[in-house]
């Protein structure tokens, strides 16, 4: 393995950018789990053109960078090398022409259900309840049973690692469940091609969506969404109950007793025990029914 970059590289890599730059900052904290180590440094660019000259200086120094969302992402507890970089300040959003809404990736799903709601634009309601970035959700194609980003996705607004920005436009990308086939890069933002509804009709169909997902998932406990992708033509959660793994613990993380496809942090959980929870209920169900759950989580950083 090649050596960790030196806190003199980091800083070099990273002499042009304008905004915020936090030395060994703790992820846990930014993440909706909250586990998980430092990073080297945290990069939170002011805007899309500081992002461009982070991707630039990170692949100049030959320096590991990489986007943290931080709701589907299991850190591990020693943290990760390199830059971590946080989009939090690309929060515009706008509809730019009829029902075409441009959006950029630090942008939290919830928020634009709000501004698609106030201009009584439908399309985003199966994100009901899903806490994630706008650019998390394109990268993973994020969903529901109702409907997933590539339903509405029109084209990415994306910057290649070498740091050149590009439109892609979504009828020339393949998506997968739960993955977005995309170029090594970084998601800066996303057109949105939405359609005009009641306002009443948005309205109840996210009320109506939010109350099942609130009845039947952990949501006021610190969890990273669905561990495990539905195996075909059956539920991981359905599995995991059915192997009698429900509520089983490793320090304080634990298989909910809500929801059997969720780990919950009961207060001071680690990566470490997360991971080793997320191994012994692969192992119970592969054990009882034959069949290996493959994560839905990115884990990420340093055991
Ligand atoms: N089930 C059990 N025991 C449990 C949980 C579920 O038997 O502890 C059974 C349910 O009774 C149901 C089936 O499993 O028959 C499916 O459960 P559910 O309707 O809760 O949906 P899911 O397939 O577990 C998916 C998404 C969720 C999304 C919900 C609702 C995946 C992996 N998960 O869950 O997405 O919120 O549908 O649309 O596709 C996420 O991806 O992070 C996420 C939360």
Redesign the pocket.
Known sequence: MREPPTREQLRRALILVKGEIRWYEPLAPLTSLQVGGPADVLVIPSDVEDVIRVVRGARMSHIPLMVLGG??VIIRDKGIRGMVMQLKHLTHIQEEADQLVYVQAGVRLPRLMQFALGRKLSGME?AA??P?TVGGGVVMN?????GEIQDVLHAVDFVTINGKRKRIEAATLTFL??KTRLPKGIVLGAWLQLTSAAKATIQSTTKQ?LQ??KA??PLTLPN???????PTGD????????AGL?GLRMGDAEV???????IVNRGTATAEQVLTLVRKVQDGVARKFGVRLQL?WKVVGER
């Open positions: 709701t589907n199966w309840g899903i994630g994020a969903g529901t049973r109702l469940y739960r969506y099942y997902r039947t998932q990273a969404g669905s561990v495990f992708k539905n539920s991981a959660g359905r599995l995991i109950e059915a429900k909910s007793t809500k929801h059997a496809n969720f839905e």
